[in-house]
């Protein structure tokens, strides 16, 4: 992916990154960070306001979103790639996430993270607090977490399903 910020008429590109905690969302937002999207991430803002833990304070989680949508609005608007790094656990997230593409002309694509379970509870246990992208979250609130996830299908567009436990694209 690259920046087509520079070449006229094409269309950005607005990747979100969908999946549970630990699922591995961030390592994938990195790979496609390095390809040349810019990455925007949830637990950056939130970290940024002290957030450590989850649950957030619901004042924090609302000034987050708003921030967030707003720098993927402009990022889109000056033409940049865009990759999304926020769980989008439900189907009404990312439709609101693909609005905000389309009124800006970005070709939008979802990008699910599939791990298993285990494998991502076990990475959310491991965490300790100390960045932005190692929030801690109690065992029931993870397993929660995952067991309430809407898994995007086709029918939402296009999408793509890549492995989180170290495997491969399985589209």
């Known amino acids: 992916m690259t920046d ?5 008429g094409s269309s950005p590109r607005l990747v ?3 999946g549970p905690a630990g ?8 790979a496609l960070e390095a ?3 810019t990455r925007v991430a949830i637990d950056d803002l939130l970290w940024e306001q002290g957030c450590t833990e989850h649950p957030v304070p619901e004042r924090a989680a609302a000034r987050a979103a708003v921030e967030l949508a707003a720098r993927v609005g402009a990022l889109l608007d000056r033409g940049h790639d865009v990759v999304v790094d926020r769980a989008f656990p439900t189907r009404a ?3 609101e996430y693909r609005r905000l593409g389309a009124e800006r002309g970005a070709v939008v ?9 285990e494998v991502a509870l076990a990475r959310v246990a491991s965490r300790a607090g100390s960045h932005a992208h190692d929030i801690v979250l109690t065992p029931e609130l993870a397993a929660a977490y995952y067991d309430g996830f809407e898994i995007p299908g086709p029918e939402e567009g296009p999408l793509s399903v890549v492995s989180g ?3 491969g694209a399985t589209r």
């Open 4 to 8: 087509t910020s520079d070449t006229p």
């Open 16 to 18: 979100l990154m969908c």
């Open 23 to 30: 699922a591995g969302k961030s390592t994938h937002a990195q």
């Open 35 to 37: 390809e040349g999207c």
């Open 93 to 95: 997230s990312r439709e």
């Open 109 to 117: 694509e979802v990008v699910f993270v599939s791990t298993p379970r």
């Open 165 to 167: 436990d170290g495997g």
